[in-house]
């Protein structure tokens, strides 16, 4: 014979009462918890080892999350990509402007070079920073998109425990 595990909710935790009373409801209908008391003590009841979400959720809208995997992906390339052509594009420029340096013993360059060498950190930054715009764009449509999927799972578990046809 199984046991239920029993939680006490203490007294002075600052819970979100809707939200509470919201989830107790859903699992209720579902079977899955019984209230013991009003002093807010749950008793889960033992269930199989799958929960009311794997057991009959199926997943749906595989175009979107293929979609919202494509992005984070694409999104961790740019970062990558910004991050080595910044580099390059540093070391390029300030290489060019030692080199100018190089070839023009005796000759008023000096500014020039210099002047070379800071528009080359300033394009590796300039590169670095669209780079990380460009991630940050991406990677937070690809993580809409998973929360979008998430309240429409998380929806449809609810009808499903509210109108009684979740198998537990």
Not at 51 to 64: C, G, N, P, V
Not at 149 to 168: D, F, K, Q
């Amino acid at each position: 014979m199984q046991t239920a595990a029993l939680f006490r909710l203490p007294t002075k935790a600052r819970l979100d009462h809707t939200a509470l009373a919201l989830k107790l409801q859903v699992l209720t209908l579902a079977g899955a918890v019984r209230l013991e008391s009003s002093r807010a003590e749950l008793e889960v009841a033992p269930s199989d080892s799958r929960t009311l979400k794997e057991s009959s959720m199926e997943k749906r809208f595989r175009a979107l999350r293929t979609i919202g995997t494509l992005l984070k992906i694409l999104a961790w390339l740019v970062i990558v990509v910004a991050v080595l052509g910044a580099i390059f594009v540093a070391i390029a420029g300030i290489g060019g402007s030692i080199g100018m340096i190089g070839d023009a013993v005796g000759q008023d360059v000096a500014g020039l070079a210099v002047g070379g060498a800071f528009a080359a950190i300033l394009m590796g930054g300039a590169m670095l920073l669209a780079g990380v715009i460009y991630f940050i764009l991406l990677y937070a449509a690809a993580e809409a998109i998973y929360v979008i999927l998430s309240i429409e799972e998380n929806t449809r578990l609810t009808a499903m425990a509210v109108s009684g046809r979740a198998a537990m």
